[in-house]
């Protein structure tokens, strides 16, 4: 494979299947030339939602451009993580092209265009006839009730609810006694209430949003949408701990003197988490981590649950395996992580509804909340600063530091909003902080 073109040098891409296998030459590649090309610093960027190679590398490519400038004498080396997870094509990057069908549909009734179904087989291989079943229900939207089961049941073929194989146990989030979460309700509950659920949320109002009269197949669609992340989810996790963490400590003992930074974005910022636990014993090479609206719970870290005392984080104790701080960037701009994602976190463990009586914010704020919708929480010692003021401050040396991005990270339409909004110098410049990378 050529390499690809990229803003920065030396860069490295390294792949990773869904059980957490790494590219083998492509990891040899890497521990072979870090050091011959005289890196103190490796930058490891892990994408979250994303439909290909070629896509993962213009978000790298992207957001590593000012890094240089910003740190003129560094030896700074860069790494962007491959692996199999996707993106709805309604859902845009700002500042990246947006596709012709996404174009098309975007304020169609929701279907499945021609990216998206090729994004589904991309991730989902072996399930073509179920993802055409499923497109079609979308496009014919038929009578509800029966219908809508056999979507819930075509989903859940789809997404594989009980997984074979080592990915089974990295759904989770938070543990209750030791034990993860159960199978999520989303999948399991009576597939007509889901969506119902799903297309009150989608219907607003939110933050400038007119309200509209809820369709229980946008419902369907956004069920689509949240299983298939459910699934991208459990994989950022078994990637992470299995493929990256393994990996770093591949090259820690290869390359003792490289300092490692991980940047996560979405999912990406759970791979890199899980990355944590994955680290053999004794290695420090990670010397920060940077999380860019991270998509996960975010009590990860917490040792104890506000809610559920017996409950800890997937991660409890985690960001201690840094040499250095856990930076969480957010923002209440990203309308992903503020209204869908808790409502489908919720579902993911939890029999109650929340949108009946109270309404969303009330009831799925802190409970279900995501890293990158209001930063790291339950951590004691966490501190807080708006984007400016940690750019002008020398952060923490170590521990979690939670960082309102929302001075940047705020374009973006429906229905994710500004999740996607990273590409900016001040963000590329955190990281560099947070590392102490001079």
Not at 35 to 64: E, M, P, Q
Not at 395 to 411: E, Y
Request: charged share 25%; glycine share 10%.
């Amino acid at each position: 494979m050529a390499d690809p073109e990229v803003s920065v040098s030396p860069y490295w891409e390294l792949t990773f299947d869904a059980d957490g296998d790494a590219d083998g030459r492509e990891l040899d590649r890497l521990l072979a030339e870090v050091s011959r090309r005289k890196v103190r610093d490796l930058i490891v960027f892990a994408h979250g939602w994303n439909n290909d190679r070629s896509g993962a590398t213009r978000l790298y490519s992207r957001f590593f451009e000012p890094v240089p400038g910003l740190a003129p004498t560094a030896r700074l080396g860069y790494v962007g993580v491959v692996w199999p997870s996707m993106r709805f094509s309604d859902e845009p990057i700002p500042d990246f092209p947006r596709p012709v069908a996404a174009q098309d549909t975007a304020t169609a009734q929701p279907v499945l265009d021609k990216n998206t179904r090729h994004a589904l087989l991309e991730v989902f291989p072996g399930r073509a006839t179920v993802v055409e079943q499923i497109a079609r229900l979308l496009d014919q939207q038929p009578d509800e009730g029966a219908s809508l089961e056999e979507f819930g049941r075509l989903v859940r073929l789809l997404v594989e609810v009980r997984p074979q194989g080592p990915q089974t146990s990295f759904a989770a989030d938070t543990l209750a006694e030791g034990v993860p979460e159960g199978d999520p309700l989303m999948l399991f509950g009576d597939t007509a209430t889901v969506c119902d659920e799903f297309a009150r949320a989608l219907a607003g109002p939110g933050d400038g949003e007119a309200f509209a009269l809820p369709r229980l197949w946008d419902g369907a669609h956004e069920l689509l949408r949240q299983a298939t992340y459910y699934a991208m989810k459990r994989r950022a996790g078994t990637v992470g701990e299995r493929g990256l963490g393994r990996a770093v400590g591949h090259l820690a003992r290869t390359a003792p003197d490289v300092r490692v930074h991980l940047v996560g974005h979405s999912f990406g910022g759970r791979l890199v988490s899980f990355a944590l636990r994955g680290l053999p014993q004794g290695v420090r090479s990670v010397k920060s981590v940077t999380l860019l609206q991270g998509a996960f719970s975010h009590y990860a870290f917490a040792a104890r649950l506000p809610h559920d005392p017996r409950a800890s984080g997937v991660l409890d104790g985690q960001h201690h395996r840094i040499d250095g701080p856990l930076v969480c960037c957010y923002s209440h701009f990203d309308s992903a992580l503020g209204k869908i994602y808790p409502l489908a976190s919720r579902m993911a463990g939890d029999s109650r509804t929340a949108t009946a009586e109270f309404g969303l914010d009330r009831l799925l704020g802190a409970k279900w909340g995501a890293m990158g919708h209001d930063g790291v929480q339950a951590v004691p010692g966490t501190k807080k600063y708006a984007l400016a003021e940690a750019l002008r401050t020398q952060l923490p040396a170590s521990g979690c530091v939670n960082v309102d991005a929302a001075a940047v990270v705020r374009r973006g339409g429906a229905p994710s909003g500004a999740h996607s909004d990273i590409c900016h110098r001040e963000l590329a410049q955190l990281v560099l902080a947070a590392g102490r990378v001079r």
